[in-house]
């Protein structure tokens, strides 16, 4: 089934990944990490299962990693786990460390779930007139990495069928070959770069004279979406800047008392695409019962 979020006008997935990512880092209160990851998680497992699951796997090891490091590096807070050779271990510092971990965590799957639902394309859309060569450097970057894993795999498969792999041969070969996979990558990417400055140019791009073509228009579906998120954030902001989630980890862990308005503001923000998935696809199985 497709994506139902990104068939919204791509002014609306712009403004959500990028609202929700500016709240995501600017928070620390273990309640709206814990939402804002979730959150993230089953809307990336709702675009692709398989992939997320794979995607998750380093992400859990960075959360651990986090977890150990930070109190291990740093020996500020009163309750005291432990000592080690060099400094001592506390509790405030391990906590800090593991969210932190998950905040990382949901600002690299809303990333995941941003190039899912942000394709270039929209992404053209909406700066090619403002800034139509930053536009396409970001366009561009934003694709530099799955071109890259996407490419080096075919020349991986087209050398394997040579014998001239990295699986194959000594360790010395098996290094020279790796080199010949890179050179060969590098020479596609600077082709390839050639290649879309040359097309982009014979196209008038970034000229005044340019006309532009677009299938997005911002109908009544989008007015609703937009008002009920912007309602959503300044609620969130609003109790944000008023110390409502307010947290401190050093010397000991001092919270705000919970807000419910704000925990269920945030929550209907960050899950808002979630609910537009199941509606569509709760709708979907409803209309094939009837069949």
Same mark, same amino acid.
């Not at 620390?28 to 998750?56: D, G, M, Q």
């Not at 309750?79 to 932190?100: H, Q």
């Not at 807000?259 to 199985?285: G, H, N, Q, T």
């Given at each position: 089934?497709?994506?139902?979020?990104?068939?919204?006008h791509p002014?609306?997935?712009?403004?959500?990944?990028?609202?929700?990512?500016?709240?995501?880092?600017?928070?620390?209160?273990? *309640?709206?990490?814990?939402?804002?990851?979730?959150?993230?998680?089953?809307?990336?497992?709702?675009?692709?299962?398989?992939?997320?699951?794979?995607?998750?796997?380093?992400?859990?090891?960075?959360?651990?990693?986090?977890?150990?490091?930070?109190?291990?590096?740093n020996a500020?807070?009163?309750?005291? $786990?432990?000592?080690?050779?060099?400094?001592?271990?506390?509790?405030?510092?391990?906590?800090?460390?593991?969210?932190? &971990?998950?905040?990382?965590?949901?600002?690299?799957?809303?990333?995941?779930?941003?190039?899912?639902?942000?394709?270039?394309?929209?992404? #053209?859309?909406?700066?090619?007139?403002?800034?139509?060569?930053?536009?396409?450097?970001?366009?561009?970057?934003?694709?530099?990495?799955?071109?890259?894993?996407?490419?080096?795999?075919?020349?991986?498969?087209?050398?394997?069928?040579? &014998?001239?792999?990295?699986?194959? &041969?000594?360790?010395?070969?098996?290094?020279?070959?790796?080199?010949?996979?890179?050179?060969?990558?590098?020479?596609?990417?600077?082709?390839?770069?050639?290649?879309?400055?040359?097309?982009?140019?014979?196209? &008038?791009?970034?000229?005044?004279?340019?006309?532009?073509?677009?299938?997005?228009?911002?109908?009544?579906?989008?007015?609703?979406?937009?008002?009920? $998120?912007?309602? #959503?954030?300044?609620?969130?902001?609003?109790?944000? $800047?008023?110390?409502?989630?307010?947290? *401190?980890?050093?010397?000991?862990?001092?919270?705000?008392? $919970?807000?419910?308005?704000?925990?269920?503001?945030?929550?209907?923000?960050?899950?808002?695409?979630?609910?537009?998935?199941?509606?569509?696809?709760?709708?979907?199985?409803?209309l094939q019962?009837?069949?």
């Amino acid at each position: 089934m497709k994506n139902v979020f990104s068939t919204y006008h791509p002014a609306i997935n712009f403004c959500f990944f990028a609202a929700v990512l500016s709240v995501t880092i600017f928070l620390k209160h273990p *309640v709206f990490v814990l939402i804002t990851v979730t959150a993230a998680f089953v809307y990336a497992i709702l675009l692709e299962k398989k992939a997320t699951i794979r995607f998750s796997v380093p992400i859990l090891f960075m959360i651990v990693l986090f977890t150990i490091i930070n109190p291990l590096v740093n020996a500020r807070g009163k309750t005291i $786990l432990f000592y080690t050779k060099y400094s001592r271990v506390t509790l405030e510092a391990a906590i800090y460390g593991c969210i932190s &971990g998950f905040g990382m965590a949901a600002v690299l799957l809303w990333f995941y779930c941003y190039n899912k639902t942000m394709t270039s394309d929209k992404f #053209l859309f909406l700066f090619c007139k403002i800034m139509p060569s930053t536009a396409m450097i970001f366009s561009m970057v934003m694709r530099f990495v799955p071109n890259f894993y996407k490419q080096i795999h075919k020349i991986s498969y087209a050398q394997k069928c040579i &014998g001239q792999d990295i699986s194959d &041969g000594s360790k010395i070969e098996k290094i020279k070959h790796g080199m010949k996979i890179l050179s060969i990558l590098f020479t596609w990417a600077l082709e390839n770069s050639i290649d879309s400055a040359d097309s982009m140019r014979a196209r &008038g791009y970034g000229s005044k004279q340019r006309s532009t073509f677009s299938i997005y228009r911002f109908d009544t579906r989008d007015v609703f979406a937009a008002v009920f $998120l912007v309602v #959503l954030i300044i609620v969130v902001w609003i109790k944000v $800047l008023l110390g409502k989630c307010s947290i *401190v980890f050093y010397p000991t862990i001092v919270m705000h008392e $919970l807000d419910m308005v704000l925990c269920i503001a945030y929550s209907c923000f960050c899950y808002f695409p979630v609910m537009l998935e199941l509606k569509e696809r709760i709708a979907w199985k409803f209309l094939q019962s009837k069949i």
